[in-house]
């Protein structure tokens, strides 16, 4: 079965978190909404961080949400938009 996943993850300017709490495999459009007021970090299969700008986004293929972590500023935020398909 196909599910669509749309989420708004809210940031609060603390530790890295994951973009689900349980492991949510899919194809997603991952982005940075241009309000945003600084770079969100995403945590590199290194454990360094990699900024993503405000107005960036990326298509991602059959990844586990669960596995990618965020931190930002308080209030910026990550949309999330795709499917299990």
């Given amino acids: 079965m196909n599910n669509v996943i749309m989420r708004l993850?809210?940031?609060?300017?603390?530790?890295?978190?994951?973009?689900?709490?349980?492991?949510?495999?899919?194809?997603?459009?991952i982005s940075c909404p241009p309000?945003?007021?600084?770079?969100?970090?995403?945590?590199?299969?290194?454990?360094?961080?990699v900024p993503w700008i405000p107005s960036e986004w990326h298509s991602v293929l059959r990844v586990d949400l669960s596995q990618i972590q965020v931190k930002g500023a308080a209030g910026d935020k990550v949309t999330v938009v795709g499917g299990t398909w």
């Fill in 9 to 29: 993850i809210t940031l609060d300017g603390g530790d890295y978190r994951p973009l689900s709490t349980v492991p949510l495999v899919g194809t997603f459009t």
């Fill in 35 to 49: 309000a945003n007021t600084a770079s969100v970090l995403f945590k590199g299969d290194d454990g360094s961080d």
